[in-house]
C-alpha cells in the first residue's frame, strides 16, 4: 500500500471512529491481546491447590477470554455489562451509586443499567462460580471463570469508568483502542507487571467498588497522556505514538497488575466461598494434605 492510501485508510477509520452512533451501540473491552494476558498470568497469581487446577486449563481460558465481547456484538442486551458511566449521574467518588450498590445491595436501577452495570455483573458471576465449584459442575465453572475475569478486567480499563471513555468529549476520539489495544500490542513482550498475590475477598460489593474508583481516577491520567503527546501534532504524526507509549506504558502497566490481581482474587474468593473443594485434577494444598491424614 502507498503511502497515499494509508494516509487515508487512517484518516477513514478515525473518522469511523469518531461517530457518536457506533460508539453508543458497542461495549469497548481492553483488547484480546490484554484479556489473554490477564487470563494467563492470573491462572498462575492463584496460591495451590487452584493455581495447578487453573493452569490445566490456561489454554482455555486464554482461547476464550473474549468470548463475552463476541456475545456483545450480537446480543445489546450484554453491552452494559462491560462498563460503568457513573459520572453521567453524579460526581465522584459517587456517594448514591455505593449507597444503591455498597451499603444497601441493591440491584441497578434502569438509569444505572443504561449507564453499565459491570460492577453488579461481576457479583453475579463470582456467586454463579461459587455455586459451580460447591456443585463440582467443571466445564460451567470454565465458563463463568472466563466471564468473572472479563468484567473484572474490563472494570479496570480506565476508559470503561467514564462518559468520555473514547475521548468523543475532548476532541481525543480514538483513545480508548490507542490505550487499550494499540498500546499493549506494541508492548507485547515488554510489559513489566507486578500483581500483588490473590487473596480471599472478605467484602465483595466494597472490593468492587474500590477497584472502580481506583480505575476511574486514572481515567484522567490516560487522557492527559494522550493529550500530552498529540500537543503540538496530530494523531497521524510520526511522533504521536512513541510520544503517547512513553506516558502511557506505566499507565498501562499498572492497570493491568490490578486486574490480574482483581481477577485471581475473585477466582480464589469463589473457590473458598464454595468450602474449598477438591478440584478436578488439582494438586493438593498442604492443608487438605494434613486433613486427609
Request: glycine letters at 4%; proline letters at 6%.
Amino acid at each position: 500500500m502507498d503511502p497515499t492510501s494509508k494516509r487515508q485508510k487512517l484518516v477513514a477509520l478515525l473518522a469511523l471512529a469518531s461517530s457518536p452512533l457506533i460508539f453508543s451501540s458497542l461495549a469497548w473491552p481492553w483488547g484480546r491481546r490484554a484479556h489473554e494476558v490477564v487470563n494467563e498470568l492470573a491462572s498462575k497469581n492463584l496460591p495451590e491447590p487452584l493455581r495447578t487446577y487453573f493452569q490445566s486449563r490456561q489454554a482455555y481460558f486464554v482461547e476464550h477470554s473474549t468470548d463475552p465481547d463476541l456475545l456483545a456484538k450480537d446480543d445489546p442486551s450484554e453491552r452494559p455489562h462491560h462498563y460503568i458511566n457513573g459520572d453521567a449521574n453524579e460526581r465522584y467518588p459517587f456517594p448514591r451509586l455505593e449507597e444503591h450498590f455498597f451499603r444497601e445491595h441493591r440491584a441497578p436501577t434502569a438509569l444505572e443499567k443504561r449507564n453499565g452495570d459491570v460492577i453488579w455483573q461481576i457479583e453475579t458471576y463470582v456467586l454463579r462460580l461459587t455455586k459451580d465449584f460447591k456443585d463440582k459442575r467443571w466445564d460451567d465453572a470454565d465458563h463463568d471463570a472466563v466471564y468473572v475475569a472479563h468484567y473484572a478486567a474490563d472494570l479496570t480499563q480506565p476508559l470503561h469508568t467514564v462518559s468520555n471513555y473514547d475521548g468523543q468529549l475532548t476532541h481525543q476520539a480514538g483513545i480508548h483502542a490507542r490505550f487499550e489495544t494499540e498500546l499493549v500490542n506494541a508492548l507485547n513482550g515488554r510489559l513489566k507487571l507486578a500483581p500483588q498475590p490473590a487473596a480471599a475477598i472478605l467484602n465483595l460489593r466494597a472490593r468492587i467498588f474500590g477497584e472502580y474508583l481506583a480505575s476511574y481516577r486514572r481515567s484522567k491520567d490516560v487522557l492527559g497522556a494522550d493529550r500530552s503527546a498529540v500537543a503540538g501534532r496530530t494523531y497521524l504524526d510520526p511522533g504521536f505514538f512513541p510520544a503517547f507509549s512513553k506516558a502511557a506504558q506505566p499507565l498501562a502497566e499498572e492497570r493491568l497488575s490490578a486486574a490480574i490481581s482483581f481477577v485471581s482474587s475473585l477466582w480464589y474468593t469463589a473457590w473458598v466461598g464454595a468450602g474449598q473443594p477438591r478440584l478436578l485434577g488439582a494438586a493438593r494444598s498442604p492443608s487438605m494434605r494434613r486433613e486427609e491424614k
